[in-house]
């Protein structure tokens, strides 16, 4: 148990619509990082956000965006999904204190039709 | 993109079998870290080992890092059931936590 929580675990949606996906990080931590996993690959960088700031980005379009709360907790918002969307989303916390290790949820898996 | 290739991508052993599995990252890196993840579920850290660092124990773990090389290797000792998973390695390039990883390895082990 990392104390990261993700919701939903799973979602459907179909191709045009929008969708968030919510993380509440451990406590402690002030520093929130997206990825998205397709499947069979690697994690990929979305972007990460530090004092409800965006903290550098990925190769990701804009139709990706997020927030991050006064709690630290954070939201990833996709507009206009596309098929290849469907994906594993993660959601990993840490602090600019630790020593660089990212404590990751259970991720959130999109499918989208 | 990824930044680079793990090796090899999967792995079947032995219950108490050594695993090794190898990274191999394009750029310089502060730091470079192995995770483990079960299942397509969440990613567990296992260790990190920084760039002027050559080897890092860990319970049954080893990391080894040679930047002049730009490699790394994991070696899981006595391996068990419980530790077939898929094993990544992630490069940190600068110390601020945005994690580039390879495409895994898939360690099955056999009772």
């Known amino acids: 148990e990392t104390g990261v929580t993700q919701s939903p675990t799973h979602l459907i949606k179909t191709r045009g619509q929008q969708v968030t996906l919510r993380c509440s990080s451990q406590s402690g931590h002030n520093t929130v990082s997206w990825y998205q996993q397709a499947l069979g690959q690697g994690p990929q960088f979305i972007f990460q956000y530090y004092r409800e700031e965006e903290n550098g980005r990925g190769n990701f379009p804009p139709r990706f965006s997020g927030l991050q709360f006064p709690n630290y907790s954070s939201e990833l918002n996709v507009n206009a999904l596309e098929l290849d969307d469907s994906a594993l989303y993660l959601c990993?916390?840490?602090?600019?204190?630790?020593?660089?290790?990212?404590?990751f949820g259970e991720g959130s898996r999109l499918t989208v039709l | 993109s990824q930044q680079g290739e793990e090796d090899p991508q999967a792995l079947s052993i032995q219950e108490g079998e050594n695993a090794t599995m190898n990274c191999s990252y394009k750029t310089s890196i502060n730091n470079l870290q192995w995770y483990r993840q079960n299942s397509g579920r969440g990613l567990v850290h296992l260790i990190l080992i920084r760039s002027n660092e050559r080897e890092k124990h860990s319970g049954r773990l080893r990391v080894t890092l040679d930047t002049s090389k730009k490699s790394s290797s994991l070696l899981i000792t006595a391996s068990r059931a419980a530790d077939t998973a898929s094993y990544f390695c992630?490069?940190?390039?600068?110390?601020?936590?945005?994690?580039?990883f390879g495409q895994g390895t898939r360690l099955t082990i056999n009772p």
């Open positions: 990993a916390s840490s602090s600019y204190r630790n020593t660089g290790e990212l404590f």
């Open positions: 992630a490069t940190d390039a600068s110390g601020a936590q945005k994690l580039v």
